[in-house]
């Protein structure tokens, strides 16, 4: 016989048992963060205030005009926001031609780099052959030396070539780089070896692997060194102030210091310094931001194998 409901008998639920897991709470509620999180996040914060305020100083001040530049106490958000400081500075330097000479530079050792590292990485990373673990550590040996000892032997072999005051002078010594074949090596150890195997197998050649099967799968350590490598290139202010004398040559970091300790031309005005210093890191700024999900995909996935 089977039991049947009395009426105005209450369903209760049924109570848990000792042990068992609490239900899980209203998607609604949340748990307050706890005193360490708190804590943690406050100094991340001081930490990325210490590192911005030079730059948001440097981007403020490009806007200022010379009365803000020059307040007591510092003005931060200008009042009366200007272009007069970007307007100086391209009438007394030629912003044009140095910025053109950096661009080419940077592209040109940008692009470089990507072919060549990669080209050895590949190499390095699945190609079999004697010698490969001295030439390896060759790559990791490079990259324990200072680049500044470098600088002197590059400068004599650039003269002897007869390529002091050229783009490829500027060039052709950071057409390659230790750190470049060291990320794509890393990088490439990821990629199964049974799918070059099968590749081979099926009369793939060495070179059309390389560029249509494993190069398509390595376009995040690609962004990520070609955003290192255009932002070296674009920040370099030491080789080219060595490897330059004629003016028409400058990149824009040279010109831009050139012109600073130049009184006839800066005359101690800050706010086109400020000017120049901001137009030199916008393009650094828009790199990163295009390529800014791939960089971040490299960098976390570089070391795994």
Known sequence: MSATSTPGAVA?????????????????????????????????????????????????????????????????????????????????????????NSVIVAV?????????????????????????????????????VPGNLMLLPLFVLMSRMRLIDSYAGLVLPFAAGAFGVFLMRQFMQSIPDELLEAARMDGAGEWYIFWRIVMPLVKPALATLSIFTFLGSWNNFVWPLIATNDPDKYTLPVALATFATDPNKAGGSNGMLMAGSFLIVLPVLVVFIALQRHFTQGIATAGMK
């Open 12 to 100: 209760t639920a049924p109570s848990q048992r000792p042990g068992t897991p609490e239900p899980d709470r209203p998607a609604g509620r949340r748990t307050r963060p706890s005193k360490k999180r708190i804590l943690v996040y406050a100094l991340l914060a001081l930490g990325l205030l210490i590192m911005s305020a030079p730059f948001l100083w440097m981007v403020l001040s490009a806007f200022k005009t010379p009365g803000e530049l020059t307040a007591s106490p510092p003005v931060w958000i200008p009042t009366e926001w200007t272009l007069d400081n970007f307007r100086d500075l391209l009438d007394k330097l030629d912003l044009p031609l140095y910025f053109m």
């Open 108 to 144: 040109l050792v940008t692009v470089s780099n990507l072919v060549f590292c990669s080209m050895l990485g590949y190499a390095l990373a699945k190609l079999n052959f004697v010698g490969r673990n001295k030439i390896f550590g060759l790559v990791l040996g490079a990259l324990m």
